[in-house]
């Protein structure tokens, strides 16, 4: 089971959820949560499977894949509201489907924002000699690399400079309502399921788009840096 055959297992299942979501009853409220268990299996052996490596191809195709198959599980809940005398099933999944993509493109873009900017790379001098050394302004100097001169003049600034706070550690705790708040597709899942057995297929999706704007919300106060695809 490598990585790859992982990766088109999980929609897959997702699919199977969404049909057996269709049916509007309690049996398939079930199996469909059971298959979406499934799901979240095979995410988490593929990604166990692929560390220590990056594919680029992979992990899009991972993603892109991932989204069609909760799209489909959205669609299964709508078929069942449909069959089950809700009328506006369709306008309830409409609107957690445009949920759901304001927070995939809220958190991409303010953690690419929040992200570090490399430095940039020095222009390097002409070589002595060059024609570009002889423009005015653009004189070489000579490099001097004896490591006791540099000691001699680093030295005693190093000395003077204050040290670096440490970085402060956030409880666990902290990190995992972070976590939480950004709606991952685990917890998306979860919602799915109780609100399938427990609720219909309005207050699942009413149920959807509070979580999407609250990762929303958390991810314009406190944005981070993009971790990896969001999920």
């Given at each position: 089971?490598?990585?790859?055959?992982?990766?088109?297992?999980?929609p897959?299942?997702?699919?199977?959820?969404?049909?057996?979501?269709s049916?509007?009853?309690?049996?398939?409220?079930?199996?469909?949560s059971?298959?979406?268990?499934?799901?979240?299996?095979?995410?988490?052996?593929?990604?166990?499977?692929?560390?220590?490596?990056?594919?680029?191809?992979?992990e899009?195709?991972?993603?892109?894949?991932?989204?069609?198959?909760?799209?489909?599980?959205?669609a299964?809940?709508?078929?069942?509201?449909?069959?089950?005398?809700?009328?506006?099933?369709?306008?309830?999944?409409?609107?957690?489907l445009?949920?759901?993509?304001?927070?995939?493109?809220?958190?991409?873009?303010?953690?690419?924002?929040?992200?570090?900017?490399?430095?940039?790379?020095?222009?390097?001098?002409?070589?002595?000699?060059?024609p570009?050394?002889?423009?005015?302004?653009?004189?070489?100097v000579?490099?001097?690399?004896?490591?006791?001169?540099?000691?001699?003049?680093?030295?005693?600034?190093?000395?003077?400079?204050?040290?670096?706070?440490?970085?402060?550690?956030?409880?666990?705790?902290?990190?995992?309502?972070?976590?939480?708040?950004?709606?991952?597709?685990p917890?998306?899942f979860?919602?799915?399921?109780?609100?399938?057995?427990?609720?219909?297929?309005?207050?699942?999706?009413?149920?959807?788009?509070?979580?999407?704007?609250?990762?929303?919300?958390?991810?314009?106060?406190?944005?981070?840096?993009?971790?990896?695809?969001?999920?």
């Open positions: 089971m490598t990585s790859a055959v992982l990766t088109r297992i999980a897959v299942a997702a699919v199977l959820a969404a049909v057996w979501f049916a509007g009853d309690t049996r398939g409220a079930l199996v469909g059971a298959l979406l268990g499934a799901v979240l299996v095979a995410d988490r052996v593929r990604a166990a499977a692929a560390a220590g490596r990056r594919d680029a191809l992979e899009w195709l991972a993603v892109v894949l991932g989204r069609l198959g909760e799209y489909a599980v959205y299964g809940l709508a078929v069942g509201g449909a069959l089950a005398g809700e009328d506006e099933a369709w306008a309830w999944a409409a609107g957690a445009i949920a759901l993509a304001l927070r995939d493109s809220v958190l991409e873009g303010e953690g690419r924002r929040a992200a570090p900017v490399p430095p940039a790379a020095g222009v390097p001098a002409p070589r002595e000699g060059s570009l050394a002889r423009l005015p302004g653009m004189e070489t000579p490099e001097r690399t004896d490591p006791g001169l540099a000691d001699e003049l680093l030295g005693p600034r190093r000395a003077q400079e204050p040290r670096r706070a440490a970085p402060v550690r956030r409880p666990a705790a902290v990190g995992a309502l972070r976590e939480a708040a950004a709606f991952p597709r917890l998306r979860a919602v799915i399921a109780v609100g399938a057995l427990a609720a219909d297929a309005r207050v699942t999706f009413i149920a959807l788009m509070v979580g999407c704007a609250i990762a929303v919300t958390a991810a314009l106060a406190d944005p981070r840096p993009e971790r990896g695809p969001v999920g």
